[in-house]
């Protein structure tokens, strides 16, 4: 008999040691016999049917790693909101936008600027306003008499982190600038090229309940933010948290506290290995008919592009990396269905007017659909 290193040896009769003779006592032919087998038998199965350890195909030590280094340096001064952080990470690992919204005083902005401290890259941070012009997030042309010429001078928008408070406070004309940038990486100023920087991404936050004074986001404009992600308020156990530490003299906002701890070269190559998640066909078709499903809803007047299926493909590469795993599964992609599609379907007026939401929709359609196994 060949010995099996799974197998229980203490369980079988006169079996001491792994290289004794277990049966040898027992004559051939006996009821002992067929009962010894049965035991050997059955070990052997229940030693096959244990699971062995999941190791992933790619190594992502690196990526956890990281991962959870950002995420303790943002704990240091931000207080719950976890959730936000993970879906944060996500987005930057699938080299996305991110639009927040929430009501004032739910450290949106703060969350936003702790993250991109995380980062070894450039940052600037802009403030919409109604008068807001394209060339005051873009750059200039500026003439030089002593050349007779003129040069351009990059725009605020030339950074890798590019935090955009309010945005829903400048008017269509200002962001129309920001489609090329968010989408192609670049901006075109008297027919010359320009391209950015190397990561870059877009923090950009707005308040849904203040409306004098603000704009509608053009719907092109929203396509292009890979997550919208709605920042509540924080529980009662959290919010005592937050009072004890600022009684305590941890007042204020100690940006200091945070340093970074990825560079612009480690972000890259996290990405890349994002990009060679594992994805079954199946999950492919699944994210299609999600999104599809969209477009033939009765509830809604809008659904989603096929931008919005390539951003839950690569978001669902991204969280699927954060949580260890080289490959992604359905939980995945129904984790991240309504922060990739909110922002992109709009309901009809009389779903509207029934108190329905996007979400409520999205839900529904998760529902409908058949998840492969």
């Not at 991240?336 to 922002?343: I, Y």
């Amino acid at each position: 008999m060949q010995n099996n290193p799974n197998m229980d040896y203490d369980q079988l009769p006169n079996a001491s040691q792994p290289n004794s003779e277990p049966l040898a006592s027992v004559a051939p032919g006996t009821a002992e016999t067929s009962a010894a087998a049965d035991a050997v038998a059955s070990t052997t199965s229940e030693a096959a049917a244990i699971p062995a350890a999941f190791t992933p195909r790619t190594d992502l030590s690196s990526l956890s790693r990281h991962a959870e280094a950002i995420r303790g340096e943002l704990s240091k001064v931000i207080v719950g909101q976890r959730d936000l952080a993970e879906l944060l990470l996500t987005a930057l690992l699938a080299d996305g936008h991110v639009l927040l919204e929430g009501v004032p005083g739910v450290a949106k902005t703060l969350t936003a600027k702790l993250l991109a401290r995380t980062l070894s890259v450039p940052f600037s941070r802009l403030q919409f306003t109604p008068d807001l012009m394209p060339s005051d997030v873009l750059g200039t042309s500026v003439f030089r008499p002593q050349k007779g010429d003129f040069e351009f001078r990059p725009g605020p928008i030339f950074a890798s982190v590019v935090l955009i408070d309010e945005i829903n406070r400048a008017p269509a004309k200002t962001q129309s600038a920001l489609f090329e940038v968010m989408e192609e990486r670049q901006i075109t100023q008297d027919g010359i090229r320009y391209p950015l920087p190397a990561p870059f991404v877009v923090l950009a936050t707005q308040n849904p309940i203040e409306q004098e004074g603000t704009y509608r986001l053009p719907e092109a404009q929203l396509d292009r933010f890979l997550f919208k992600l709605s920042v509540g308020y924080p529980t009662l156990e959290e919010e005592v948290q937050i009072l004890q530490g600022h009684h305590a003299g941890f007042g204020g906002t100690p940006l200091e506290a945070v340093q970074p701890v990825v560079s612009a070269a480690d972000l890259q190559e996290l990405r890349g290995q994002v990009g060679r998640q594992h994805v079954e066909p199946k999950l492919l078709e699944y994210i299609a008919r999600l999104v599809g499903q969209t477009r033939a809803h009765k509830g809604l007047y809008l659904g989603a592009s096929p931008r919005a299926s390539l951003a839950l493909l690569n978001g669902s590469k991204a969280l699927a990396a954060l949580r260890g795993r080289d490959f992604i599964t359905p939980e995945d992609i129904q984790y991240l269905a309504q922060a990739v599609l909110r922002h992109r379907i709009q309901l009809t007026p009389e779903r509207e007017m029934e108190g329905g939401t996007p979400d409520d929709v999205v839900k529904q359609i998760l529902q409908q659909i058949e998840v492969p196994r």
